[in-house]
């Protein structure tokens, strides 16, 4: 009898170790995070009013990547709110006084001098082997004022890594390649309004 109830017990911790290791890997659905290493500053004085709109989604598929195995990466949250709200964090940084509209009307209503507006084309991950993933993110932004565009430009950025497989490194992929294609274009929009 103590064999039998020694083997249930190993047969348990087993299956119980295998359980803890299976969820430290990386999950199908991926947590929409936007990290930076630089603190929000106060707005510049005599800053201009800038307002972000919702980005469009004209991504041609609701997911957002693929594993190898072929099932797919999903977002836990909507692609066009986390690219939006973290562009216009990413605005606060360069001391921009920045609002966030979820539309063109709503930003219009606040009469802000400049309205940035896009759309989103790609937001994709792509598991190249249990260890190595390639993110890619493209968009579209337009800066205006109250004559019209001032400022547009396509964005895109891309990033490869090779990890231990979790579920952290895959959303500090994504953070990290959405970081490399904001930085720049919040800098750019921040020059064209000074």
Request: hydrophobic share 40%; charged share 20%; net charge positive.
């Amino acid at each position: 009898m103590s064999i039998l109830i020694r083997r249930v017990v190993t047969l348990a911790l087993t299956l119980v170790t295998l359980t803890l290791l299976a969820a430290c890997g990386p999950s199908n659905n991926v947590r929409l995070i936007y990290n930076t290493n630089t603190s929000a500053v106060l707005p510049l004085p005599g800053s201009p009013s800038v307002a972000v709109v919702m980005f469009n989604d004209e991504r041609t598929r609701q997911y957002i990547g693929e594993r190898k195995d072929g099932s797919v990466f999903t977002a836990s949250s909507t692609i066009a709110d986390w690219f939006s709200r973290s562009l216009a964090d990413e605005l606060g940084r360069q001391g921009v006084q920045v609002s966030f509209a979820s539309t063109l009307e709503q930003a219009r209503a606040a009469n802000p001098t400049y309205i940035v507006t896009g759309s989103i084309t790609d937001v994709w991950l792509q598991e190249q082997s249990t260890t190595r993933v390639q993110c890619t993110i493209k968009a579209k932004v337009a800066l205006s004022n109250k004559k019209g565009v001032i400022y547009s430009e396509n964005l895109s950025s891309s990033q490869e890594r090779q990890f231990i497989p979790s579920a952290s490194a895959i959303e500090s992929l994504l953070s990290d390649t959405l970081k490399d294609l904001l930085v720049p274009a919040a800098k750019k929009i921040q020059s064209q309004i000074h």
